[in-house]
């Protein structure tokens, strides 16, 4: 139970602090519901119509949202942090992707320092148990769900560092990284070696936190950037030829076929969707043949 009773004044301010406090630490996420009201009231020791205020005050406030007949939850404060056009920008942007692992390079190394430094023994307790999960999906070979744990574990590092600006900004990023604003996770996760390291990289930054060596675990959340960041220009170069070899050899084919020396359309591929990104690449090679090829 993460409510508490409100010991000074039983007032609407103190049980707005309360809550205020909780949704700032990431104690309660978007999206979870709170207590019913009789219940909530019980566990906070203040009166109905008092709690009633404060949640009206919180509401208004946009911090929580009162669903027709499912309740009160906590609103999506964390998606606010990048509003729709930002992400759009981001999304159609492959320099952005660059930035945003540079940026993650340096703030997720701060974030492991600080967890190293002041992880309590409760949130050392849940990183192992994520690490002991995303072992599991790990031999499992289940991409999917050690995708979905590589965000767990580094949600649950940004926590363990106990700042909340930290916490909410990574969880940002984290959430685009989700929505594959950035780059398509599944190029990394797809491939056995990468998989392997990644996973090595997962177990040094939880050792390090767990046992309380800040600058290795900066070291290690760094290393680990470092390494996604190259991994995910590798794949994306290597989509980019692979997609070039296949507009080859269809102009080739093409011409093998006898339907003309050169093709009336060369595929445009400056507009072609890059396969790390979706969007559209500037490093396009030159993608017309030479003049008259023998
Ligand atoms: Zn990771």
Sequence with gaps: ??????????????VIAQIEGLILDGVLRAGDRLPAERELARNLDVSRPILRDALADLETRGLIVTRHGGGTVVADVTGEVFREPIVGLVRNHPKAAADFLEYRREIDAVAAGFAAER????????????????????????????????????VAISESAHNTILLHTLRACYRLLTDGVFYNRGLLYGHADSRDRLFAQHLAIHDAVIAGDPEAARAAASAHMTYVAAAVREREDEGLRESIAEMRLELTAARLDGRGRRPRRVPDLAAAPSPITGSASSAAEPTAEPEDTP
């Design 119 to 154: 992880a309590t023994a409760s949130d050392k307790e849940r990183l192992a148990r994520i690490m002991q999960t995303l072992e599991a999906a790990h031999r499992e070979k289940d991409f999917r769900w050690e995708a979905e744990l590589d965000v767990e574990f580094h």
């Design 1 to 14: 139970m993460v409510f508490r009773e409100v010991s000074h004044g039983r007032t609407a301010d103190a």
